[in-house]
C-alpha cells in the first residue's frame, strides 16, 4: 500500500537522522512512503498569523494527497495536529464551500473530506500492528530503559486525532517500543511539553520547561529519551548544552527517535539508521548491547 | 473572515479555573492565567489581551482544552487571538522574521540540500510560492 510521506520543513533539515530511520524503517516493513514534491508547508506557524490562511495552506495539502488517492503519514507531530484539525474544521459544509473556492484559485482539487492523517507512530500501532513488527525483531533490546516523550500534538487536541491514545497516560508508543523488548519508564512529567514553541516569544519559560523533562529523565537512569517528533527533539538534544548552561546543570541524555530503536531491534545498521547524526551518543546503548 | 470561535461559547465558561491549573505555564509563571484570558476575550475587552505578552506564552500544548469541564476550545482559543493580535499591529519580532522566510521559501526552515546531499538523501525544492500565493488570496479578505 502506498501512502503519501508528508516530512514537513522541520525533519529535512533539522532532524536527518528521522528522515533516515523512517525511510528504511518503513523499507523494510514494506510500507511504501511515497514523496509528494507538491506539498507545503503544514500552516502551523502560519495559524499565529493568520488562522484561515492556515487552514487553507492545511486543506491544500489535504486535497492533493486526496487526488492522489493516499492517506497521509507523517513525522511531525506538530503537522500532524494541524491537518488533523484542518480535516475537523473541513467537516462543515459551508467552511469546506469556502476553502475549496480558494483552493480552485490556487489551482488546487477540491476537497471531499476523504483522506486519513496518521503520524507514522500511530500508523505502526493502529494499521501495521504490533505483532507483525514484533515477528521482525531480530535482536532483543532487553538489557534497554528508555523514557518516552510523546509530544503535545502526537494525540492532542483529542477531537481531532480521534482520542486514540490517553493525553495525560499516553502509552501507544510505550507500547511500540516494548514489544522490542526494551523498557519504558513511567515517570512524572511524561505528558509535559517540550516547549520548543515559544522558544522564540518566551525563551525563559521555554528552557525551564524543558529541563524538568531532561532533570527527571536524567535522574531516572535511562539509557535514552525517545521521541516522535522533530521539534521536541530540537528542544531536548540540539538544546540540551545550552538548556543545562541555563540551569546550572550538565546534561548528558541521548535521544533516539522511535524509528531508530524499532530499527535497531530489526538488526537495521547504525548507518540506515542515521546514529551518526545523535549529537549525545548512543555508546552506553553498544555497551550494553554489546555489539 | 470566517469565525473560528464563537463569544458565544465563551458565555458557557464559569471560570472555574481549571485551565489555568493544569497548565504548566502557569505553574512556572503565575501571571499568566488562560482563564483571565478567556475572561477578558468573553467580555469583548480585547485591548486588554492584546496589551499582555501573554498570548505568546502559551505553548500549543492543548492540555486546558482536554481538561475544561465545559468543552471549551482553550487553546484554539488564545491561538486565533494571536491572528487578531497580529492584525491589530502587535506582532512579535519572531513572527516577522518567520512570515518573511515564510513568504520567500514557501517554508518555516529554510532547506539545507548540501546537508541533505551529504547524507545521502535526495535534493528537496528549495523554493515555493504556495504561501506567498495564499498569503495573496487572504488579501482583501476581511
Ligand atoms: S476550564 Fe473551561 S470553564 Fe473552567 S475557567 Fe477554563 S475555560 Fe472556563
Ligand atoms: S495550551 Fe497554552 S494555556 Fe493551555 S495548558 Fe498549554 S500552555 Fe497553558
Known amino acids: ?291 | 473572515m470566517y469565525k473560528f470561535f464563537d463569544r458565544e461559547k465563551l458565555k458557557y465558561c464559569y471560570q472555574c479555573g481549571r485551565c489555568s491549573s493544569g497548565c504548566d505555564i502557569n505553574r512556572i509563571d503565575r501571571s499568566f492565567q488562560p482563564h483571565r484570558l478567556l475572561h477578558l476575550i468573553g467580555m469583548g475587552a480585547f485591548d486588554k489581551v492584546l496589551k499582555s505578552d501573554s498570548l505568546w506564552k502559551c505553548t500549543t500544548c492543548f492540555t486546558c482544552s482536554e481538561r475544561c469541564p465545559q468543552g471549551i476550545r482553550v487553546t484554539e482559543i488564545l491561538w486565533i487571538a494571536r491572528t487578531i493580535a497580529v492584525k491589530a499591529g502587535r506582532i512579535p519580532e519572531l513572527l516577522v522574521t518567520q512570515k518573511d522566510i515564510l513568504l520567500r521559501t514557501g517554508r518555516l526552515i529554510p532547506m539545507d540540500n548540501k546537508k541533505r546531499e551529504k547524507a545521502g538523501l535526495a535534493a528537496i525544492q528549495e523554493e515555493s510560492s504556495v504561501v506567498a500565493e495564499i498569503f495573496e488570496i487572504m488579501e482583501g479578505e476581511k
Open chain 1, 1 to 291: 500500500m502506498q501512502y503519501a510521506f508528508y516530512i514537513g520543513c522541520a525533519a529535512p533539515v533539522k532532524a536527518l537522522k528521522y528522515e533516515i530511520s523512517t525511510r528504511n524503517l518503513a523499507k523494510s516493513l514494506g510500507i511504501e512512503l511515497v514523496d509528494i514534491p507538491e506539498f507545503s508547508c503544514c500552516g502551523f506557524p502560519v495559524k499565529s498569523m493568520d488562522s484561515f490562511a492556515a487552514l487553507l495552506m492545511a486543506a491544500r495539502n489535504l486535497a492533493i494527497a486526496e487526488e492522489k488517492g493516499m492517506d497521509i503519514i507523517g513525522i511531525c507531530t506538530g503537522c500532524m495536529a494541524i491537518l488533523s484539525e484542518a480535516k475537523e474544521y473541513l467537516e462543515d459544509d459551508n467552511l469546506r464551500n469556502r476553502v475549496n473556492e480558494k483552493l480552485k484559485a490556487l489551482g488546487v482539487k477540491e476537497y471531499a473530506g476523504k483522506v486519513k492523517v496518521k503520524h507514522f507512530a500511530r500508523f505502526l500501532y493502529e494499521d501495521y500492528r504490533l505483532d507483525r513488527i514484533k515477528g521482525k525483531v531480530a535482536a532483543s533490546l532487553a538489557p534497554l530503559k528508555f523514557g518516552i516523550h510523546y509530544g503535545c500534538h502526537y494525540m492532542k487536541p483529542t477531537h481531532a486525532h480521534g482520542c486514540f491514545d490517553d493525553p495525560s497516560t499516553p502509552s501507544t508508543i510505550d507500547d511500540l517500543i516494548n514489544i522490542t523488548g526494551a523498557k519504558t519508564i513511567n515517570y512524572p512529567n511524561k505528558s509535559l511539553c517540550c516547549g520548543l514553541t515559544i522558544m522564540g516569544t518566551a525563551e525563559d519559560l521555554s528552557f525551564k520547561l524543558a529541563a524538568e523533562k531532561l532533570e527527571c529523565l536524567s535522574s531516572r537512569g535511562v539509557d535514552a529519551m525517545v521521541l516522535a517528533c522533530p521539534s521536541c527533539c530540537i528542544a531536548y538534544e540540539n538544546n540540551q548544552r545550552l538548556i543545562g548552561k541555563r540551569v546550572g546543570k550538565e546534561f548528558n541524555l541521548p535521544v533516539f527517535y522511535f524509528t531508530q530503536v524499532i530499527g535497531l531491534a530489526m538488526g537495521l545498521s547504525e548507518e540506515d539508521l542515521g546514529f551518526e547524526f545523535n549529537r549525545v551518543k548512543a555508546d552506553r546503548i553498544r555497551e550494553k548491547l554489546r555489539y
